[in-house]
């Protein structure tokens, strides 16, 4: 099989312009969790910290969108912007684990997400709110962000909200668990060095 690759660095950074946003995101996928982010979007900011944290991904976006309006677009670019740099930072996926899945609990809350660095797009998202809002921030565009990072990143994500009654622990538990999920694909498989983890022999 060879051995893992060790000095190839996992990071990328993509700019996204339309008319109706303007988008720069930077991933390391081998950081220390650190995050930095102008959006406009203070409670996606905060989820997105999760991320960071959570999955020791090195987070920095940028953005100016058309938020007089609503935050929609800006909210899926963000999510579209960042699974493209996702995608370019993971490259071949040479001797990652692949899989990744997380059980993340807040207090009343509990979410699972789970993830396939496939190369196949595909998202199943059943999390229920008992409220539209958290403070001003739309809950029906976290699917939005979860769509468009699945679509761009090339990954089948599955996210689901087992319990809660909280909307913010809920939110919380799943940017948490993804995080988590993908910390878990990323990690580097010593038993299968520089090989990618398919029967096709690519991903």
Do not use: W
């Not at 207090?107 to 997400?113: G, K, Q, Y």
């Not at 990690?187 to 983890?197: K, L, M």
């Amino acid at each position: 099989m060879g051995t893992a690759p060790t000095n190839l660095k996992r990071a990328a950074t993509v700019t996204r312009t339309t008319k109706e946003t303007q988008i720069t995101a930077s991933v390391n996928l081998d950081g220390s969790g650190a995050s930095k982010f102008a959006t406009g979007i203070p409670f996606l900011e905060h989820m997105l910290e999760q991320v960071a944290r959570h999955g020791l991904i090195d987070l920095d976006i940028a953005a100016r969108g058309d938020l007089h309006i609503d935050a929609h677009h800006t909210v899926e670019d963000i999510g579209i912007s960042f699974g493209q740099a996702f995608a370019k930072a993971a490259g071949d996926k040479q001797g990652i684990t692949r899989y990744g899945h997380a059980y993340v609990p807040l207090d009343e809350a509990l979410s699972r997400v789970v993830v396939d660095l496939s190369g196949r797009p595909g998202l199943e998202y059943r999390v229920e709110f008992p409220r539209a809002r958290i403070g001003e921030f739309d809950v029906d565009l976290l699917h939005e962000f979860f769509q468009g990072f699945a679509n761009h990143a090339l990954v089948t994500l599955h996210v689901d909200g087992l319990f809660g009654k909280n909307a913010h622990h809920i939110a919380e538990t799943v940017f948490k668990a993804f995080g988590r999920a993908l910390r878990m694909a990323l990690e580097r498989d010593t038993r299968i060095g520089s090989a990618v983890p398919s029967t096709k022999g690519s991903l």
